[in-house]
């Protein structure tokens, strides 16, 4: 998912989206039956996301990345509707990256001393490390661009086993 917002023509009405939507994020975990988590979003719609990850850390941030889902009829007879599903980083992607670029500063600035105290011949390796950072980052982001298209995937698959017929538009 290279851009940061899905759109998908549904042939169904907004409002039973919304609500098959709604019964699915209200389900208790072991009862549901498309695998969706999520909350309301105070802009509208949803927050749909991954309630069990691969790790788990105390105290919880939330979820690492977010999918908000709105849904909004296309014609005035309500038979079509666009299904918007867009990256929402939260605030544990954010501290993550926080996390890495406070990483990189630190190793830049131990290189440019060594470099300074020991001369150009000696500390040529300390300038190695800020690319384990930068190597940080981009598990970090492949993490969560692989959590969105999953998501995405999770959607396709809601909406396929509720018989809604749906195409992506480009």
Not at 96 to 109: E, H, M, N
Not at 118 to 130: D, H, I, N, R, V
Not at 153 to 167: D, L, N, P, S, V
Request: hydrophobic share 45%; proline share 2%; glycine share 6%.
């Amino acid at each position: 998912m290279k851009q940061r917002t899905v759109t998908y023509i549904l042939q169904a009405e907004a409002h039973s989206i919304n609500a098959l939507i709604q019964t699915e994020i209200k389900r208790e975990l072991f009862s549901k039956k498309h695998n969706l988590s999520g909350e309301f979003s105070k802009e509208g719609g949803f927050y749909v996301f991954n309630t069990l990850s691969m790790v788990a850390v105390q105290p919880s941030l939330g979820p690492f990345v977010k999918l908000h889902v709105t849904v909004a009829n296309s014609n005035r007879e309500g038979t079509v509707c666009k299904l918007f599903l867009k990256r929402h980083n939260a605030m544990s992607y954010y501290i993550q990256l926080c996390f890495s670029a406070f990483f990189v500063v630190l190793t830049l600035g131990i290189a440019i001393y060594q470099l300074v105290l020991k001369g150009f011949a000696e500390s040529t390796g300390f300038f190695l490390l800020p690319l384990f950072a930068c190597f940080y980052l981009l598990i970090v982001e492949f993490l969560a661009r692989s959590t969105v298209s999953g998501l995405v995937k999770r959607f396709e698959r809601f909406m396929t086993k509720e018989g809604i017929i749906f195409k992506s538009v480009v």
